[in-house]
C-alpha cells in the first residue's frame, strides 16, 4: 500500500549501490556534490563475493584514503605457479611468474572480501553525510532532452519506491557476473562487526516502507548491475557472447596436500580439465573449477541443475590429482558460464550514464584471474568530470570522454578475456604436434599478457579536450570526436621532456621529500582524489642560474593576477580547490629552504602561516632510500617540465618549465571563467 | 548521598586510564584476563597533551595490532637542526642529524596527540569487552600480605565510589610531569568525532553516581599518576629533585621566516635560553621555550603566576631573533619546572604495583626533547607477567622482574635526563675558554647519545630467571635477586650462533618471506604481542645434510609427547596458545615446501587443514628486497641457533638448534606443568 508523495532535487542521483555506485559517491563525497545514492537490496550483505584488487584500484582507494584498510586486510598474491602435464599426463609445476610484474605499481594485486570493500566507502562518503538508502527501487524514469545542455537544469525525474523489508531482502542466489543466477546451497552471513549500523539504519529505513517519491536530479548514474533497470528505461543493448565453458567456484578451507594451495595457480589437467587456485584472507582459498571440457568443437550440452558443491570438489579432485583435496569447511560455492557483454552507450546526452555490470560484463573475475574491478575503475573515471561540470567548473564537452576513454578500454578487455578463456578451459597440448591442443607455451605469455592488463597500470586514455597528445582522438577512443574544437586553442606537449611517463596514463608513484620537514612519501600519497587539477613544476637543479630563473619566470605568471589559476580558480570566498600547484625540485634538499621557491608554491594564510606542504624535492631520505623521481620520470635536472595531471591521477599535458602560454590555453579550452581579472 | 553497595571479584584491577594504565589493560585484554580499569576524571579529554612515540612504543603498538593507526595519524620527525651562536652571537644553523638514528628499528619516532593514542588503547581493549569506568574512585585499599604467594587468592580489596558528573570533570589545568599546576588559559576541546561513545558511556555511569563498590583484586596496577593514591596509600616515595629551570610550552601554529620550524630544532641563543621546537600533526608546532636563564650557580626566584602565553611568546622570540615568529592560534600552553624522581619501590609482594607517573616522572618529554613515553614501556613489561601468573602458567617468581628491569632502565634514564637539562638550558660558550659556557659540541654529543637512548631500542635487560646470559642478576637489574633457584635447572647461552643479537634486547626487526605465500612480512609483525612465547628455529641452509638432519632432531624433540610445548602447554581443550614454534629457513624458498619441516611447524587442524604461518624463509622478494635476516641477526646459515622470545619480544635465550635439553630446562624454571606427559 502507497501511503505518500514526497519530492526532492539533487546534483546527482546513483541507482546502485554495488562497487560502481559507490566509487562514484567516494568522488561526490570528496568533491561536496548533493549526491543521493539508492540500493534495492534491503543490507550491503548478499553473497559471499571476493574481488581481487588490481595495483591501480588500491592506488585510487588510497587516493580516497582508505588504501591502507585494503592492503592490510586483503591477502597478498605474490606468486603464480603454472602446473601442466608432464609427458606421463602427471601434473607438475611448470613455471612460476611473479603475481604482479615488479616495479609497476607501489601495490600489489591481492583479494579482499567485497563486504569489506563496500565498507571502506561507505565509511568515506559518511564523512560528508552521504549514506546508501536501501530497499529503494525506481519505478519511473523521465528524461527532459530539450534540457540536456543547460548546465543548471534539473532534465531527469525519477520516481522512487521504498520498499518493505520483505521485498527488499535479496533471494540468497549466488549470481554469476553474466546472469545466470544458481543457487548457493551454502549461504551463510558473514556480517562483519562494523555492519551493525547498517541494521540501525535499515530499520529506519523500514519506517518509510510502501512510500514513493519523486526525486529531480541534474545527473544519474545507473550503477544497477547486469540486469540494469537504468539501462533498459534507456533502451541500451550489451552486445556479446556466451560460451558453453561452464566453471564452478568453491570458497573453503582445503585440506590438502597439494604444495601450492597459498600461491595463485594455474592448473592445466592432461584432460580432466583446468583449476585457477585463488589464496584469500582468512585461510579460505577460491577455486575455479572447469566443469565442462568442451572444447572448440563445441561439447554436450550440460545439465545446470546437477551442479553441487560435491560435484564442483570431484572435479577439482580429478584435475589436481594425484594430490589430494577437500574441505570441512565451505564459505559460498556458485557455477556460471563464460561470457562477455559490453554496452553499446555508456549515456543518453551525457545525462543519464552506465557503469559497471550494467554496461560491461565479463568472465568471473579469476576465471581468467584477471579481470577484477575494471567495474569500480570505470566509475572513476566519470566522477570527477561530473563533479566539476556541476559545480560549474568545467564544460560540459569533457563529459564525451567518459565514453570514449572507458568504452576503448572495456572492449580491449573483453578481447583480450576472450582470447583467453579459450586459451585456460582448453586441454594442453600433449606435444607440437597436438594441433587442436592448447600450447602451454602460449597460455604462460598470455597469461603474463594479462598481468599486465589486469593491473590496470597500462590504461592510456586516447587524445581529447583533457588530454593533449599527438594523433587522432576518434581512433584512439571508441569513434566519438573529443578533441579540442578551438583551433586557437589547441597546443601540443613535450613528452620529450619526460621521456619516461606517457600522456594519457596515470602518473607512476615513487619516493619524494617534502622539502621543509625531510618526509618521504610516495608521489601518489600525495595525490588525493579531491577533485583539483594539478600543475606539478618539475623546476630542475635550482643550483643551476638557468633553471632558477624559469621558476621565478613560471612562478610570476602563475602567481599573476590574470593566471589561469586565478580567472579559473574558485569563486571569492569559496572555501574550495581547483588548481593546485607542485613543486618538485632536484637539487640538495639541505641546500633550499621553501622560500627559494615563488610563493604560488606556498601560499601565505593568515591564521596558517605559509603552506609547508607543496615543495619537494628529489633527494635521499634517511629511512626509506632515494626514489630517483627524475630519473624514474625521464626528466633532465638541467631542463625539467611541467606535468598537468587531471583530478584522477591521468597525465593531461607535459610541456616545459617556463610556457605558461600553453597552460593557459589548455585550462582556457574547457574551464568556466570565475572571477574576472 | 551514598546510595547503595555492591562487591565484585576480578584477576587485575587498574586504577588510572593513562598511557600506562591502558597499556596493562591491553596486555590482559590479549590475553583474556578478567580486568576491571577505573579513572577518576569524567572523560578521557583533559589536555591538549601531545606524545613523542619512540621507536619502541610504536613497535609495541604494532604488536597490539594499531601500530599503523598512529604511524598514519602522527607527524613524523626526520631531521633534528642545532642552531647556535655564531662568533657574532646570531644564532646559524650549524648541524644536522637524522632524528632516528637509521637502522635501529623499522619505525621513526613521531609525535602525536595523547587523545589519538588512548584511543587506539580504548579501541583495543573493547574487543575483549573491557572499557574504561570513568568517574570511578578508589577510596580505601586493604592488603591481606598473609595470601600473598598464594597463587589463586584475592588478598586485596579495594573500595570504589562512583562519583558523580560535577565531582568527575576535571579542572581545566595545565599539569607539568612534575606534578606543578598551572592554569591554562586557553583550553579548548579537542574531542575527536570518535570520542561521542565516551559521552553515552559517561552519561550510562552516571546513574550509578554517588554508589560505593568494593572489589576484591588478585592484582591491583596504580597507574594514578604523579599524585598516585595507590603510591600514598602504600607509603612508597618519589626520590629525586627539582631545578631552577622553569620552561613553557606554546601549542601553536607558527607564523614566521625560520625555516627549520618543521624540523625537530634545538635553538641555544647567546644569552637568551633556548628553544626546542617539535613540529606537530595538522600544522601544529610545539615550542618549548625556556623562560629562566639561571645557570648552574643558582638564579633569581620566578613569579610563576607571571607566566602567559604572551610572556613565552615574547621569550621565543628574544631566542629566535633575527627570525620572526607569531600565531594566531594557540592550542595549547603551559609551563614547567625540570626536575627528575623515581620510585623506591615498583611493588608490594608482587601483587600492587606501580607504572607510569605513579613511579617515575622527568622532565616533560621534549623538554630535552627524547625521555618519550618510557611510561607506557614500563606497563608493557609487566602486563603479560601477569597475566601469565594469573593464568596459571608462570610461577609468581617472574613478577620480581619487573622492579629489577624496570627500575634500572628509569634510574638510567634520570641521570641520563639530568645531565641533558643542565647542557640545554645552560648558556652556549663564547668559546674554548669560557668555561662556565657550555660546549656545543659536548651538547651534540648529548643530543646523539640521547637519540639512542630515546629510540627505546637500546634497552637491555639483565640476567634473571627469564633471561639467560652471563654475569651477576643483581649488578644487572636493580640490586633484586631475580636469578634462577634451582641449579639443576641453570642452562647458558650462546651468544656467539647470533652475533648481532643480544640477550636481554628486543629482537630487531627485518622482512622475512612466508614460505608457503612469498609473502614479505616484518620480522616483528609476526610476533603478536598475544602473551605466547616463541621458541624460534633459524634451522639454517636445508640444503645441507646436517642442517636437515638438525631440524628433523628438534622437530621430534619438540613434538614429542614429553615436550615441555606439551607439558606447559594449554590444558586439554583450553583454547590457548602458550608456545609458539616458528622456524625460519636460509635455503631457496622456491626449493622448498612446509612438507621439509617436521609437523610441529605446521600443525594440522581437522578443519583448517594445515597451518601455513609458521615456516619462513630469509630469501629475496618480488617487491620489498632482500631482508637478509640470517646476516643482520649474524647467523651462519650452515650452523643455525634456537632463539627464545619473550611475549614481550625481548631475547631470553640463544642456543644451538639441536639442543632441545637447554629449551626444556629453561621453561622448567619457572612454568607450571599443566598436563601430564
Redesign the interface.
Known amino acids: 500500500m502507497i501511503t505518500k508523495n514526497t519530492t526532492d532535487q539533487v546534483d546527482v542521483l546513483i541507482i546502485g549501490a554495488g562497487p560502481a555506485g559507490l566509487m562514484m559517491a567516494a568522488w561526490m563525497s570528496a568533491c561536496g556534490i548533493k549526491t543521493r545514492i539508492v540500493d534495492k537490496r534491503g543490507t550491503k550483505i548478499f553473497n559471499g563475493q571476493a574481488d581481487g584488487l588490481q595495483c591501480r584500484t588500491l592506488e585510487i582507494f588510497d587516493s580516497f584514503g582508505f588504501g ?1 584498510r585494503a592492503w ?1 586486510d586483503a591477502n ?4 603464480i605457479c603454472l602446473w601442466n602435464p608432464n609427458s606421463e599426463g602427471v601434473i607438475q609445476r611448470s613455471d ?1 611468474i ?3 610484474i ?1 616495479g609497476i605499481s607501489h601495490f ?1 594485486q591481492c583479494v579482499l572480501h567485497q563486504g569489506r570493500i563496500e565498507r571502506y566507502f561507505l565509511d568515506t562518503i559518511s564523512k560528508s553525510g552521504i549514506s546508501v538508502e536501501r530497499g529503494v527501487m525506481p519505478t519511473k524514469m523521465e528524461f527532459d532532452e530539450s534540457l540536456a545542455e543547460e548546465a543548471d537544469a534539473y532534465p531527469i525525474t525519477i520516481t522512487l519506491r521504498h520498499l518493505s523489508e520483505e521485498e527488499a531482502t535479496p533471494k540468497q542466489s549466488a549470481t554469476s557476473a553474466n546472469g545466470a543466477g544458481i543457487e548457493d546451497g551454502l549461504f551463510r552471513s558473514n556480517m562483519a562487526a562494523d555492519d551493525t549500523e547498517d541494521i540501525i539504519r535499515k530499520a529506519e529505513l523500514n519506517n518509510k516502507a510502501n512510500t514513493v517519491e519523486v526525486v529531480k536530479a541534474k545527473y544519474v548514474l545507473g550503477a544497477d548491475g547486469a540486469h540494469s533497470w537504468v539501462r533498459n528505461q534507456l533502451g541500451f543493448k550489451l552486445e556479446g557472447e556466451s560460451t558453453d565453458y561452464i566453471w564452478g567456484v568453491l570458497d573453503i ?5 597439494f ?1 601450492d ?3 595463485r595457480c594455474a592448473i592445466h589437467s592432461a584432460s580432466s580439465g583446468s583449476v585457477m587456485v585463488i ?1 584469500r584472507e582468512n ?1 579460505l582459498v577460491r577455486l575455479y573449477i572447469q566443469l565442462t571440457t568442451t572444447n572448440a568443437e563445441g561439447g554436450q550440452k550440460f545439465d545446470r541443475s546437477q551442479i553441487t558443491p560435491e560435484y564442483i570438489l570431484a572435479s577439482a579432485q580429478k584435475i589436481m590429482a594425484p594430490y589430494k583435496i577437500t574441505y ?2 565451505c564459505d559460498w560455492w556458485t557455477a556460471y558460464q563464460i561470457g562477455q557483454r559490453v554496452g553499446t552507450n555508456f549515456s543518453t546526452r551525457e545525462r543519464i550514464f552506465l557503469a559497471g555490470d550494467a554496461v560491461h560484463t565479463h568472465s568471473p573475475k579469476a576465471g581468467q584471474g584477471m579481470n577484477v574491478s575494471m567495474q569500480d575503475v570505470k566509475a572513476y573515471n566519470l566522477g570527477w568530470k561530473v563533479a566539476s561540470v556541476v559545480k560549474g567548473q568545467s564544460d560540459r564537452s569533457i563529459l564525451k570522454t567518459y565514453q570514449s576513454e572507458r568504452r576503448r578500454i572495456a572492449q580491449d578487455l573483453i578481447d583480450f578475456d576472450h582470447r583467453f578463456s579459450r586459451l585456460f578451459s582448453g586441454r594442453p597440448a600433449k606435444d607440437v604436434m597436438d594441433e587442436e591442443g592448447i600450447s602451454m607455451a602460449e597460455f604462460k605469455s598470455a597469461f603474463e599478457k594479462g598481468n599486465l592488463f589486469a593491473s590496470g597500470t597500462a590504461v592510456n586514455y586516447g587524445k581529447s579536450i583533457i588530454v593533449v597528445k599527438e594523433g587522432d582522438a576518434a581512433e584512439q577512443g571508441d569513434g566519438s570526436d573529443v578533441a579540442t574544437k578551438d583551433k586557437s586553442l589547441q597546443i601540443s606537449s613535450k613528452e620529450s621532456l619526460a621521456t619516461k611517463l606517457t600522456i594519457g596514463m596515470r602518473i607512476p608513484s615513487f619516493k619524494v621529500l ?1 622539502q ?5 612519501w610516495q608521489f601518489q600519497e600525495l595525490l588525493k582524489s579531491n577533485g583539483t587539477w594539478r600543475v606539478i613544476v618539475f623546476a630542475g637543479n635550482l643550483g643551476s642560474p638557468r633553471q632558477a630563473e624559469k621558476l621565478a619566470t613560471i612562478g610570476k605568471s602563475l602567481g599573476g593576477h590574470e593566471s589561469f589559476v586565478r580567472r579559473f580558480g574558485p569563486k571569492p570566498n569559496k572555501n574550495e580547490t581547483v588548481f593546485e600547484i607542485l613543486g618538485v625540485h632536484a637539487g640538495r634538499r ?1 641546500k633550499t ?3 627559494d621557491f615563488p610563493e604560488i608554491f606556498r601560499t601565505f594564510d ?5 603552506d ?1 606542504s607543496k615543495i619537494l624535492v628529489d633527494d635521499e ?3 626509506e632510500g632515494h626514489g630517483h623521481l627524475y630519473d624514474n620520470y625521464g626528466i633532465d635536472p638541467e631542463e625539467g617540465c611541467v606535468v598537468v595531471l587531471r583530478p584522477d591521477q591521468y597525465i593531461s599535458y607535459i610541456g616545459p618549465v617556463d610556457d605558461y602560454e600553453s597552460l593557459d590555453k589548455f585550462f582556457s579550452s574547457f574551464m568556466i571563467v570565475q572571477a574576472d581579472p
Open positions: 591502507h592490510r597478498h598474491m605474490l606468486e612460476r611473479a603475481d604482479t615488479p600489489q578451507i582445503p585440506i590438502t596436500d604444495p594451495i597459498r600461491m589464496p585461510k570441512r569447511y617534502n621543509a620537514d625531510a618526509r618521504p639541505q629552504t621553501i622560500f593568515e591564521r596558517d602561516g605559509w609547508y631520505s634517511y629511512h
